[in-house]
């Protein structure tokens, strides 16, 4: 009895449902996102991927094609497009088109002669835009974007990750030969940081330096820090 009174109730629903018409885009995200994509510029994609999708038969909208495509955005991780139907009264039922998005979270952005952009924490690149600022670390100077994703992200990963460094890096600037220079927020001093190669046991060294040295109110009293040098810290005063 359970499974006829289900068969039927489908049954009546589907009839219901079969004419409803696509009324609305209603795009979905989390307000705590660090960069969200302007909802008019969503919908705009999905009218132009089909230009009468308002008022359109919902059986007749293909909604992978519509994810798909969305999903190509640069700044969006994962998408899901599906149909939704909520009733107006007794005999009328309205047709919303729903887009839940995810985000890319950026965590470092690049400055330099070869391209300005964001990196997730994949290696994803996220274009700059007016409409979102990200409050990440900042990466300058000769940037390829091959070494960007291969070399200077697992670097930036591992500051992030780290409560003391990510709130103590705010700056990496890679020179030419790719020699490193990380710029701390407190304290008036440089770090010379070489190389990434070996760049676990160089913040650990530096993170000792700082509990050892300048904890005692000697934040100040350098100029520059080296770590240019395996197992040495070299620190010249002003």
Known sequence: MLLVFLLVTLAFTSMKYKHVNCNDIQVNYNPEEVIKVNRAELINLVKSIDKDIIG??????NTVQIE?????HEAILKAEVYKVVTRTDSATFKGVLAINLKHRKPVVRVFSDKGNYYLDDF??????????????????????EEYAKETLLPCVLTIENDEFWNAQIEQIHVQKGGDVLLIPLVGDHTIEFGTLE?????????????KQI?????????KTISLKYKDQVIAKRR
């Open 56 to 61: 359109k038969d919902f059986d007749s909208i």
């Open 68 to 72: 798909q495509a969305v999903e190509k």
């Open 123 to 144: 290696g994803g690149k996220i274009p700059v835009s007016t409409n979102y600022a990200a409050n990440v670390l900042v990466a300058t100077g000769d940037i390829s």
């Open 198 to 210: 070996n760049y676990e046991e160089k913040l650990r060294n530096m993170k000792a330096f700082y």
């Open 214 to 222: 300048m904890a005692k109110n000697n934040w100040n009293k350098y």
